[in-house]
């Protein structure tokens, strides 16, 4: 089965260190769906990080707010999560997929790709 979301980008750093994670979907258009970031940390369950509509409007858990950025690059056709000064409590594995708040929409409901570990390290 073809690959619907692709995520890449993750890795193991240190506190405080930076990561930069890319997403491309493939099944949902962006001006339509938006896109979003969740992750799930180890024995938790998923939680959403940030999400961008295509008005560029964004939103973010509160625990990373300042620290971490989304944004779409039209280009590429990526969305991309800027990590800085990141915390052992951001380790998880993380997903893309369409924006949460339009999942009601059959054109985006959301589909799981396998998704890119962070690991931060003290």
């Known amino acids: 089965q073809a690959q619907l979301v692709t995520e890449s980008g993750g890795g193991t750093v240190e506190a405080g260190g930076s990561l930069t994670l890319s997403c491309q979907a493939f099944?949902?258009?962006?001006?339509?769906?938006?896109m979003g970031w969740y992750r799930q940390p180890p024995g938790k369950d998923r939680e959403l990080v940030s999400t961008i509509t295509s008005a560029g409007v964004t939103n973010y858990l509160w625990s990373v707010k300042g620290r971490f950025t989304i944004a779409h690059d039209k280009d590429a056709n990526v969305v991309n999560l800027q990590m800085n000064n990141l915390k052992i409590e951001d380790t998880a594995v993380y997903y893309c997929?369409?924006?949460?708040?339009?999942?009601?929409?059959?054109?985006?409901?959301?589909?799981w790709g396998q998704g890119t570990q962070v690991t931060v390290s003290s």
């Open positions: 099944a949902h258009d962006f001006s339509t769906c938006g």
């Open positions: 997929t369409t924006n949460r708040d339009l999942w009601r929409l059959p054109e985006c409901r959301p589909y």
